[in-house]
């Protein structure tokens, strides 16, 4: 009877001890899974996405781009200049970044003369993006603004929408 | 079950709870950690920094952009408005400038609206340049023509976000603001200045004629201002180069300044902003003559306009001036340091080739003449030595900038004077250079304003046009112009003269001036004659058109303004009867051109005629006129009035004057030369003749081409082995009108004359019209016939001397004072004891509460001398009485009279017991006058008017005696209520004022202040003698308070002082039309003071009219045209 007990214990133990191992080694998986660091490009998108929207948009106007794709050398609006910005923009992002870019014109008509309130106007006719309104919903998103007075003085807030494809 | 076996079995337990309590511990652990890590995740990026950035380099792009359109927009130089009128461009590229930065502050701001930021901007007065900064230009043609450094002046933003700085070797377009960010979320105090700029200079010119290319080095250098960043990419088109080519024939599209193609420019990189243009063959005609002018010369006047790839444009000049000296040659040699040589104002013309005229003629220089640049004409600036070429420069401010067709013969219609285009081909440059007593040489600069921010001077000779007729309100003289003869005589009716000299104080309004009988008028060209009746009328046939007048007036108002000169010309082949029964035209006789040009500010006017004969013409009467003068008008009723012109001098070929009085009578008489077969007295004569009165008259200075051509014509149509040229001299009947007259073909009866057009092809001469300010006859008459015949009478003779003339006023002089008053006191101190002696009364000296002192007297009862008077006077050993016709005395008087009986009043005294007292008297209650009562040793013979006058009121009384006659006058001047008397009997010596109380037991009191006595002049009034109507006098205290104001309206002022008849260190300021102070070294009086007579004399002396002609006519001629010198000026600081 007694053995018999004995054996019990021992077998118990057993069950404990791997029950008890069972759950540290649950804990060390969590312990692990939860300080390991979350995965880079989720954890960087947000700000760097935001600035490289800046970034982007910066260098597009130092070097002229809204007043060389959107414009002639007259002053005048190119035809069909969206295509030709589509083309800059994917040109100069890298191919898994979604895009979408909107410009505004703050100068109605063209002309600044006898204004006497300011609004904003797209003056995209069509979307300058790469992607689909679903697209970017599932997307990491970000987005910045700036404005750029063009050759003939008009001022134009550019805004940009950056994502990164999955 | 045991219990205690069953705790021995708990150790398994144990295990699994600590087990269980570590994985507690590392999920907790692990958890924090990951929270930790992944916190960050859930914020969202706040982009503030960015966002600063990019609008902070958006406003450095928009100032870029403004200056860009800004220097674009200006180059235009002018922009036409809507309503179609030109505009200063730079005004314009201001206002855009201005209102596309505040657009983009407020768009920046609504762009970034809901981020919290607070966007300002500031406009800034930043140095562009510093003070004194040198920059060395060098031109060379094989060896060194220049190699110095030029000094420029700061250069700043003053607050006005953009500044231009062009049109010198070192030329800037500047913009600058700051801007300042204050985010509520972020970044706050974020501050930032921009300047943008183009900073481009010329440093070396060189020509290399081997080459048949000139080289320009320039250095070109952007932002930022202390560190310049050269300019690395310009190209060949970025550049206009403008260079002088000599070898240029002008017409149209041609011009001297020609822009080089790009494909003849070559440009080089030198490094560090620094280029070469290389300009190849840059002469039009190489083979010219003129080409190696330009090789030695003119290659060294290179405009250059650079537009850099930001759109920035920046013009430079390799020059900054030109200084010309001249020297004039007609005047000083002959009246060397007269002080009265004040009007040798010349009118001249500069041309873009740097050609100088003076009287449509060009003038001589030994020198090469630099060329005139092309900026905008409102850069244009002159300035002159004023007192010879040692002397300060000032700014000329009497020029304007014409616009002229490509030869320049005529003048431009449309924008004749320029406000804010380029100097061009056809654009003279006419300045205004007076050379006063003692100066031969001036120097002028020819300067071009480097601050884009000139403007142009003001207009101020006005121009009106009404009915057919021009007139022009100059400074020295008003002109009338008949401008449509058709028009004009449908309001205003005239026969022969074509324009009428006024003086400058004739009526302003168009409608006054054509009643005016002060003018003298110009008769031009005219010929043949017609008879009716008995009379001869001359000339038949008169050259006519319309003339125009610019600058035009464009709004249809009839007013315009030019700056420094008019001018009306015509071109036609009309010539018109003066026949009024027989109106009509010629059209196939003669084809004449002719200008006047009418200055602003001088003396005279300058004519121009040019007239050729389309056939041989027959003159049936023969007669031809070129030119003359008419004192008086037909339509005038005869009468001997100031404004007849009573003398006429002329200068003969010997050079002796010739004086002589024109008629007295209505009627006509010739006086000189021949006519109608009769040659009576002399016609010869010379450069010029005047006809004046006493202060006005007018001239006509002959050129030697004038005298040349009445020569020719006199000596090709002889009548007899008579020359028939001449100056006629005559008073015509009607209006008894004076005439003088220079005749190429006398008047002749039934005696044709057949105009050779051959012989005589051409009547071309220029003449001038000269203002005169009048003179006297003043050496005595004579009789001689042949010199100036007197029609059988003693009143129109010749006389051997002309007198000063009555002349009226002009620039600033001096005020003197005739003080009339001999007694004044305004009781500031007491007079008792002192100036005044003081009878019986009690007399005592008391203030005011404003401290104004004056004279007090209680009498009780009759005194016992005097009459009973209480008398306190000013005696004559110290207030002696001078000469004089009549005595004024005035004081101020205020009573308090208690009984019947009283009297109060001022005295004029021989002794005690002779005296005239000039009294109120309270006689009774019904009683009371005003009277003029003798006391000679008792009172006697009192005249009186009845008149009550209230206690305790200050009032005026006033007394007058007219020392010859006796007759007196007692006014009390506040009310105007006077009663005169007559008497001789006392010998009036001393003044004073007293008071008398009849009656014992009752008593009185008065004060008396602001005594005054004084001969022959009213103290109620102040009068300023010699002002020209419109000039205001102002007299003010010692405050500076204005007390009295007038305006003249005639050339003397009397102004009402009877408010404050005495001011002690008073001030009176003279004032002209232009709100100039006349008297600026005679302004401050010790007293002004009741019947003070003032007298403004002018600092100019104006001689009498045949000293003038004298003095002046050798101007027009060409023999004395100045001549000069010229001098480049690289740096207008050098």
């Avoid at chain 2, 009862?861 to 005696?875: E, K, L, Q, R, T």
Wanted: net charge negative; aromatic share 14%.
């Amino acid at each position: 009877m007694s053995a018999v007990l004995i054996n019990r214990r021992g077998q118990m133990r057993t069950v404990e001890a791997l029950i008890a191992s069972g759950i540290m080694a649950v804990a060390m998986w969590s312990m692990i899974s939860l300080t390991r660091y979350p995965e880079p490009y989720v954890g960087k998108m947000r700000k760097e996405l935001v600035r490289e929207c800046y970034d982007y948009l910066i260098s597009m106007a130092e070097e002229e781009v809204f007043d060389k794709v959107i414009f002639y050398d007259n002053g005048t609006i190119r035809g069909n200049w969206e295509g030709l910005m589509k083309n800059v923009l994917n040109a100069l992002l890298p191919p898994n970044i979604l895009y979408n870019m909107t410009v505004l014109n703050m100068t109605q008509g063209g002309e600044i003369f006898y204004r006497e309130a300011i609004y904003e106007k797209t003056l995209n006719k069509e979307a300058l993006t790469n992607a689909s309104p679903e697209d970017f919903r599932l997307a990491e998103m970000s987005s910045a603004e700036i404005t750029y007075t063009t050759r003939n003085r008009w001022v134009l807030k550019i805004h940009l929408d950056l994502a990164v494809r999955w | 079950m045991n219990p205690i076996s069953f705790s021995a079995d708990e150790h398994g337990q144990i295990i699994l709870i600590m087990a269980i309590t570590l994985v507690a511990v590392i999920l907790t652990v692990s958890t924090m950690i990951y929270i930790t890590a992944t916190q960050h995740l859930f914020f969202n990026y706040n982009p503030t920094r960015e966002i600063i950035l990019t609008i902070d380099s958006d406003f450095e792009r928009v100032l870029t952009r403004i200056l860009a359109n800004a220097t674009q927009l200006y180059n235009f130089t002018s922009i036409k408005t809507e309503e179609g009128y030109e505009r200063n461009a730079m005004e314009v590229a201001r206002e855009v400038a201005n209102l596309t930065f505040s657009y983009w502050v407020l768009s920046t701001q609504a762009a970034h609206a809901g981020k919290g930021l607070s966007i300002e901007t500031d406009f800034i007065d930043e140095t562009v340049q510093e003070q004194g900064k040198k920059i060395r230009l060098k031109i060379e043609d094989g060896g060194t023509i220049f190699n110095d450094e030029l000094t420029y002046q700061e250069r700043k933003l003053e607050q006005k976000l953009f500044k231009l700085w062009w049109y010198r070797p070192n030329s800037i377009s500047a913009i600058g603001a700051d801007l300042s960010i204050d985010s509520t979320i972020g970044v706050i105090g974020w501050k930032s200045r921009h300047i943008v700029f183009l900073n481009f200079t010329i440093t070396a010119i060189r020509s290399v004629r081997s080459d048949d290319a000139v080289y320009v080095d320039v250095s070109v250098f952007m932002e930022p201002v202390d560190h310049p960043k050269p300019v690395n990419d310009l190209r060949a088109e970025n550049f206009e180069v403008y260079v002088f080519d000599p070898t240029v024939t002008l017409g149209p599209g041609k011009f001297w300044w020609k822009r080089m193609p790009v494909d003849r420019l070559e440009l080089t990189y030198n490094g560090g902003g620094n280029y070469t243009v290389k300009i190849n063959s840059p002469l039009e005609n190489p083979g010219s003559s003129n080409a190696e002018d330009f090789w030695d010369f003119y290659f060294s006047f290179i405009l250059i306009r650079v537009k850099d790839n930001r759109g920035i444009l920046v013009e430079a000049y390799s020059y900054s001036g030109v200084e010309y000296t001249i020297t004039e040659r007609a005047v000083e040699n002959y009246y060397p340091n007269n002080p009265y040589k004040t009007r040798e104002t010349y009118i001249f013309e500069l041309l873009p080739n740097g050609t100088l005229s003076w009287n449509f003629r060009n003038l001589e220089t030994s020198n090469p003449r630099p060329p005139v640049p092309l900026p905008p004409v409102k850069q244009i600036r002159l300035q002159a030595t004023t007192n010879g070429p040692g002397s300060e420069f000032r700014e000329i401010t009497l020029y304007q900038v014409e616009r002229w067709d490509d030869r320049y013969l005529w003048p431009c219609e449309e924008k004749f004077i320029e406000g804010y285009a380029r100097i061009r081909n056809g654009s003279k440059i006419v300045f205004q250079l007076n050379y006063p007593p003692g100066v031969r040489e001036q120097k002028v600069r020819l300067i071009w304003f480097d601050d884009c921010d000139a403007e142009m001077p003001h207009r101020d000779f006005r121009l009106e046009y009404r009915e057919g007729i021009q007139v022009a309100f100059t400074k020295h003289y008003t002109l009338m112009l008949v401008v449509d003869r058709e028009l004009a005589n449908q309001y205003y009716h005239h026969i022969d003269w074509t324009m009428s000299l006024l003086h400058k104080d004739a009526p302003r309004d168009i409608g006054a001036l054509t009643t005016y009988l002060g003018g003298i008028d110009y008769i031009l060209l005219g010929y043949d004659a017609y008879r009716s009746g008995n009379t001869y009328f001359i000339p038949y046939k008169i050259p006519e058109d319309d003339w125009t007048v610019l600058p035009k007036d464009d709004d249809g108002d009839g007013v315009v303004y030019a700056i420094v000169r008019a001018v009306a010309f015509r071109k036609t082949n009309r010539v018109v009867s003066s026949m009024e029964n027989a109106p009509g035209e010629f059209r196939d006789e003669l084809y004449h051109e002719a200008m006047i040009q009418i200055p602003y500010d001088a003396s005279y006017f300058l004519y121009y005629i040019n007239a050729s004969w389309f056939k041989d013409v027959d003159i049936q009467y023969s007669y031809l006129v070129f030119g003359g003068i008419i004192g008086g008008r037909i339509e005038d009723p005869y009468q001997q009035v100031v404004e007849k012109y009573k003398w006429g001098s002329l200068l003969t070929p010997n050079g002796i004057v010739v004086n002589g009085t024109f008629n007295n009578l209505e009627g006509y008489i010739p006086h000189r030369g021949y006519v109608l077969g009769t040659q009576i007295g002399d016609g010869s004569y010379s450069h010029w003749f005047a006809l004046y009165n006493e202060s006005f008259g007018a001239a006509i200075f002959a050129s030697e081409q004038m005298i040349q051509t009445l020569d020719k014509y006199g000596k090709t149509y002889k009548k007899g082995g008579r020359e028939t040229d001449q100056v006629f001299v005559w008073t015509r009947g009607s209006g008894a009108s004076r005439f003088m007259e220079y005749d190429a073909i006398t008047v002749e009866v039934n005696t044709p004359t057949k105009i050779n057009r051959y012989q005589t092809p051409k009547i071309e001469f220029k003449a001038a019209g000269f203002l005169l300010e009048g003179g006297v006859q003043e050496g005595d008459k004579f009789n001689n016939d042949g010199m100036w015949n007197d029609g059988g009478g003693d009143f129109a003779r010749p006389f051997t001397r002309v007198g000063d003339p009555q002349a009226t006023v002009s620039g600033p002089g001096e005020l003197r004072l005739e003080k009339r008053a001999f007694i004044w006191d305004d009781f500031s101190i007491n007079p008792i004891g002192s100036s005044m002696t003081v009878t019986s009364g009690t007399w005592r000296w008391e203030q005011d509460a404003a401290g104004n002192g004056y004279l007090r007297v209680d009498a009780n009862g009759p005194s016992d001398g005097w009459g009973g008077m209480c008398v306190a006077y000013y005696p004559s050993g110290t207030y002696p009485m001078p000469s004089g016709r009549t005595i004024y005395v005035l004081v101020k008087e205020r009573h308090s009279i208690t009984a019947n009986g009283q009297h109060v009043g001022l005295l004029m005294i021989e002794n005690q017991n002779r005296f005239y007292s000039f009294e109120y008297y309270h006689a009774g209650t019904n009683t009371q006058r005003i009277r003029i009562i003798r006391y000679f040793n008792n009172w006697q013979n009192p005249s009186s008017v009845s008149l009550s006058l209230s206690d305790n009121v200050w009032r005026t009384f006033m007394g007058s005696r007219t020392v010859n006659n006796g007759l007196m006058n007692f006014r009390v001047a506040e009310l105007g209520i006077s009663v005169s008397a007559t008497n001789t009997q006392i010998n009036v010596g001393q003044f004073g004022v007293g008071v008398r109380v009849e009656n014992s037991g009752t008593s009185m009191t008065a004060m008396f202040d602001d005594f005054i006595a004084c001969v022959d002049s009213d103290p109620r009034y102040v009068t300023i003698n010699d002002v020209n109507p419109g000039w205001r006098i102002e007299i003010k205290d010692q405050n500076g308070n204005t007390v009295f104001s007038s305006v003249a309206t005639g050339r003397k002022v009397v102004i009402d002082v009877l408010s404050r008849p005495i001011i002690r260190n008073g001030r009176i300021e003279v004032y002209d039309y232009a709100g100039n102070l006349m008297n600026p070294g005679t302004t401050d009086f010790d007293a002004i003071v009741g019947g003070d007579i003032y007298r403004f004399r002018s600092s100019k002396t104006f001689l009498n009219a045949v000293d003038q002609c004298m003095m002046y006519y050798r101007m027009f001629l060409d023999s004395y045209a100045p001549v000069y010198e010229i001098r480049i000026l690289y740096s207008p600081l050098s």
